[in-house]
Structure formats: structure tokens, C-alpha cells
């Protein structure tokens, strides 16, 4: 891409003696959904009376205590909601409603129309400050501008008396703060604030203008700086603004630059107070903030976000249902695959911490290589950890056969198990379910009939008289196929196993030597069954591994040579 000039750098704030780089998050923010305006607003299809009625209930229900519920002025559907919502007492007593509003006179009437009745609620009002909007939108200058914000808030005060029962708290927003000339969003910000508790014989809006702090927003309509630079912006602007223990600083983050979590997170450290933002990132452009992953990621930090995300499938299924997007299967937390691993190398490091963790306590220090939360905690399950693909290695698919199937192999083995499922899923080109993975593993071990088949095959105890001091040894008659021809055989040996080798060496079938053996039962009760692992070396020096599973101690093992014979290597 060429250069021309026609982009330019963001101006840093002046310089001064920032400190935010030092300071870690301690405590979760207010938080406050705007779900239902800014998200509802970036909709294909907004959400109606009943849809936004749910998803209120929703919000609720995670724990936000301010929820913005709309624009009552700007449509008969968010005012009706907004009528909804009070008359028909569907606000519980510690939710605070929000109401947004442009910084003009008829508008700001009918906002407090929508507001009657309602117990308490945080009235904001905007208007758009940078330079690019004085000078497009407006064509007004800077004292014009100000202006604007000064006769809103006149405007709010004296409509206070409309909802005189109403706890009104103002929160004010410098649309495009993030694009606005530092000084001159303080300017105009002082200016509201001064206006608000100015008297002006309205004593009593008066007192209701100073029983809440003043909510200072400070949005990143546009996110056009780097994270270290808007937190540049928040802690100048918190340094400079006057009555500082009197205001609630509040970030607005966009997502323009793929960098607003960062900015969030860094604003925070800079001095904010409050956060808006939506779930799973909804909004305009690029998004809103993603409230889920900022309080997640204070979860993970050790840090009580104060909202409940313990059950994040049933919140993504009805985030969906109700808005009708998508959540990314990359999606932090909440996406499909973001507890999946394709990679060998991943899948068995997964594998090994899950495994160390069962014999911990409940509340030992999460450590799990590549799982930054127990998926546990937010709702997900173990069964989408390991997914297997042609990247995959011998973990995953090793993993999958202890977890679902019971099937304990040797390490010494897991490399050849590897092989053949990465193979298989070479083969298909695609991802492999758990069920292929078995039906890799026992079309490979367990299920192979050449070109060595036994047809049948009986064994005889044979016990030493008392006092003689002859050794129990066991008989064995077996009836075999060997590429297709059929060889009755017989032999002794101190057990079932030893006795079935003595016996192929009768047929055509490679001579080999049995160099491991093991065995473990799977199942429970009566469906309880024996698997048997036995490593092999043939007459040309190539080892092989086989696996034999039956109700029969003495046939799995028998099953688990045939299998080593046939396995092609």
C-alpha cells in the first residue's frame, strides 16, 4: 500500500507525569449494558417490545445494577419499551434505568415523558465535540459547541419538576472524546458540570442535582489511538478535571482499531470508574466493547467481576436467538473453538494438566498449559478440548481414547495411535468426531482378521496331582487362518497366551518375541471387560503393537498377539 499523506498520526495528549503504567486492576468498574441502545441500534433487525423485554431480563439476571435501555425520543418503539418497563413495574428496586438523549430541547421533553414514573434513572445527554464534527455536522465553532451542552443541561433541569418522584442522575458524553482536542473536552465538560450544580432557584432540582455524582462519559466513538495513548487521555483528563471526588468517569470504548478491550482495560488503570459496553462485543462498526471478556478477564486475574458468566453457553444461545448474531468461533470465552485443540504438541499438554488437576483440591492455582480459565467455570465442558485434525498429534487422540473409551495404551504406544489417526483425518480432510477416532483405533488393533484370523480356540487348565510337584499348565487347541488357509494347532505353556505362541510357531506365521505386555478392565459390573496391550518384535526386526479386549482374561491377551501380527507398520 503507497503512502500519500492522506492519513496522519494521533496528537498525543501534552506532555505530563502519567502513572497508569504501574497500576494493576483491583476491583471490578460499574458496569453498564447499553445492549439495548447501542446494540439494539446495530442490529439488521432490531429487537422489538417483548424481544428487548427478554433481553433486559437477561441483564438482569447477570447482575447489571444500570442498564441503557434506549432512546425514548427517537422511536415509538423505544419509548413504548420504556413505558413498558414502568408501568408495568418490571424494574427491580437495585436496577437503574438509562436513557439517552441529544442535547436538544424537544427531545430532551420527551425523554422525560417516557421517564414518568420510573423510580430512578440516569438521564444522559450527548453531543458530538471533535473537530470533524464542529466542522461537517455542525459548521459551528467551538464556543457554539459548548453551548449546546450548556443549554442541554439547562433544558434537563428544568424539566426535573416532569419527574419530580425520579432519582435523576446525569451523565454527559463528549461525542467523539476520542477525536476531540483533549483541553476542549475538558473545557466543555467543566462547563456541564458547572451548570449542573449551579443554582438558579430551582431549589428542588437543586437537591436532586447533588444527591449523585455526576457521570462524566468519555467515549471512544471512534477508536483512532494506540491503548497507552487513550489511557494518556483518561489520566490527563481525571488529573485536570476539577471536583474530581464529586464525578464518575465512565469509558465508552468502540472497537474501530480490533483494540478496545486494551483500551478499556488501560483506561481503567488511568482512573476510570464505569464501563459501558455490550455483550459479546455488539455494535456499530467493528463493536461496541465486549463486556464478557473484560470482566472474564479479571476473573482469570483473580479479580470478582460482580457479574455472573458461570453458564456463557446459555447466555451465547440466547444473545442469538434474540439479535440474531453470531458469536465467533474465536470469540474469547465464548467461541466454539476457543477450548479446542488442533495441535499435537497442544493436545497433549492439555492432556497432562487436566490429568495432574484430579487428585488437586478445588481451589489449587489453574496451571493448565494452553487454558488460560477452567472452562468449567463459565458452563463450557471438557468434551470440546481435543479436537483432531491433520495437525493433530498423539495427544489429542490419546486423550480421547482415556476420556471416552476407557482405553488405557502405553505411552510407548501413543506415537503409533497418533499415526493412524492423524492419517485417517489426512484421509478425509477433515475434522475427526470422537467416534472416528475410536473407529480409527479399533479398525486399526482391535477388529483386524488378516491376514491372521483365529476361528476358534479351546483351552484346558491342566493341574499337577497333590504331591507330585508338577506345575499347572494350560492346553490350548486352536483352529487359525492364515492368508486364507486353515491350520489346526495345539500346544502347553504356563498360560493361556504362552501356550497360544507355542502354537502358532506350527503355522507359516511370523516368528516374533513378546517384549511388553499389560492389560487393565474397562467397564463396570457385568459389562466389565479385559484390554490387553502387547508390543511385539518380528523375525525382521520391526516391533508392532497390538490390542486384544475381551470378557476373558486369557482371550485378550491371546486377541492382542493376532492384533500385533496383523498391524501393518
Not at 433487525?45 to 441483564?59: A, I, S, T, W
Not at 483533549?182 to 458547572?194: F, G, M, P, T
Not at 459496553?277 to 464478557?292: H, S, W
Not at 483351552?459 to 486352536?478: F, I, L, M, P, T
Amino acid at each position: 500500500m503507497k503512502v500519500t499523506g492522506k492519513y496522519k498520526a494521533f496528537e498525543p495528549v501534552p506532555a505530563f507525569e502519567r502513572t497508569w503504567p504501574s497500576k494493576t486492576i483491583t476491583k471490578a468498574p460499574i458496569w453498564c449494558s447499553v445492549d439495548l441502545r447501542d446494540g439494539n441500534q446495530a442490529l439488521i433487525n432490531p429487537m422489538g417490545v417483548e424481544q428487548k423485554l427478554d433481553y433486559f431480563d437477561l441483564l438482569v439476571k447477570l447482575g447489571f445494577k444500570e442498564i441503557e435501555v434506549g432512546f425514548p425520543a427517537a422511536s415509538e418503539t423505544e419509548y413504548a419499551f420504556m413505558r413498558r418497563l414502568i408501568e408495568s413495574h418490571h424494574i427491580p428496586d437495585d436496577v437503574t434505568l438509562q436513557v439517552l438523549c441529544q442535547a436538544r430541547e424537544h427531545l430532551i421533553k420527551k425523554t422525560f415523558e417516557a421517564l414518568k414514573g420510573c423510580k430512578k434513572a440516569i438521564f444522559h445527554l450527548y453531543n458530538s465535540t471533535s473537530p470533524a464534527q464542529r466542522k461537517y455536522t455542525f459548521n459551528k465553532s467551538k464556543e457554539e459547541i459548548k453551548q449546546i451542552a450548556i443549554d442541554g443541561v439547562k433544558c434537563v433541569k428544568a424539566c426535573l419538576p416532569m419527574c419530580k418522584d425520579t432519582e435523576i442522575q446525569l451523565e454527559y458524553s463528549p461525542e467523539s472524546f476520542s477525536t476531540t482536542e483533549i483541553d476542549y473536552a475538558l473545557e466543555v465538560c467543566q462547563a456541564v458540570k458547572k451548570e449542573w450544580w449551579a443554582c438558579d432557584g430551582n431549589e428542588e432540582g437543586q437537591t436532586s442535582n447533588k444527591k449523585h455524582k455526576i457521570i462524566l462519559n468519555l467515549p471512544t466513538t471512534v477508536e483512532c489511538a494506540m491503548p497507552n495513548q487513550f489511557a494518556d487521555q483518561i489520566e490527563y483528563f481525571c488529573r485536570h478535571i476539577s471536583d474530581r471526588e464529586n464525578i464518575i468517569i465512565s469509558l465508552h470504548n468502540h472497537n474501530d482499531r480490533g483494540e478496545g478491550i486494551a483500551q478499556c482495560e488501560l483506561g481503567l488503570l488511568a482512573g476510570a470508574d464505569r464501563v459501558e459496553g455490550c455483550l459479546f462485543g455488539n455494535g456499530e462498526r467493528t463493536g461496541n466493547l465486549d463486556i464478557v471478556t473484560v470482566a472474564l478477564n479479571m476473573f482469570t486475574q483473580g479479580i470478582n467481576p460482580g457479574l455472573d458468566f458461570s453458564d456463557i453457553p446459555s447466555i451465547a444461545e440466547m444473545y442469538t436467538k434474540l439479535t440474531g448474531m453470531q458469536i465467533h468461533e474465536r470469540s474469547p470465552y465464548a467461541g466454539e473453538l476457543v477450548f479446542t485443540a488442533f495441535s499435537g504438541s497442544h493436545q497433549d499438554a492439555i492432556r497432562k494438566g487436566m490429568a495432574a488437576r484430579i487428585g488437586m483440591k478445588e481451589n489449587a492455582v489453574w496451571d493448565v498449559p494452553y487454558l488460560t480459565i477452567d472452562p468449567h467455570d463459565i458452563g463450557r465442558q471438557y468434551e470440546g478440548i481435543i479436537r483432531i485434525n491433520s495437525q493433530s498429534g498423539k495427544g489429542g487422540a490419546v486423550y480421547i481414547l482415556e476420556k471416552y473409551y476407557e482405553i488405557n495404551a502405553p505411552k510407548a504406544m501413543h506415537p503409533y495411535i497418533g499415526k493412524e489417526v492423524k492419517a485417517m483425518a489426512d484421509k478425509v480432510q477433515r475434522e475427526l468426531t470422537n467416534e472416528e477416532v475410536y473407529e480409527t483405533f479399533a479398525q486399526t488393533w482391535l477388529n483386524t482378521t488378516s491376514p491372521l484370523t483365529v476361528k476358534e480356540i479351546t483351552q484346558n487348565h491342566v493341574e499337577g496331582e497333590r504331591g507330585s510337584g508338577d506345575e499347572e499348565h494350560v492346553e490350548v487347541k486352536a483352529t487359525v487362518i492364515w492368508e486364507g488357509k486353515t491350520y489346526t494347532v495345539a500346544a502347553t505353556g504356563n498360560g493361556p497366551l504362552d501356550a497360544f505362541v507355542a502354537a502358532l510357531k506350527q503355522t507359516p506365521a511370523p516368528r516374533f518375541n513378546i517384549v511388553y505386555f499389560n492389560e487393565h478392565s474397562i467397564g463396570k459390573g457385568s459389562d466389565t471387560k479385559a484390554i490387553a496391550y502387547v508390543q511385539i518384535t518380528k523375525e525382521n526386526g520391526k516391533d508392532a503393537w497390538g490390542v486384544g479386549k475381551s470378557s476373558n482374561v486369557g482371550r485378550a491377551g491371546i486377541a492382542a498377539v493376532v492384533s500385533a501380527i496383523n498391524y501393518k507398520s
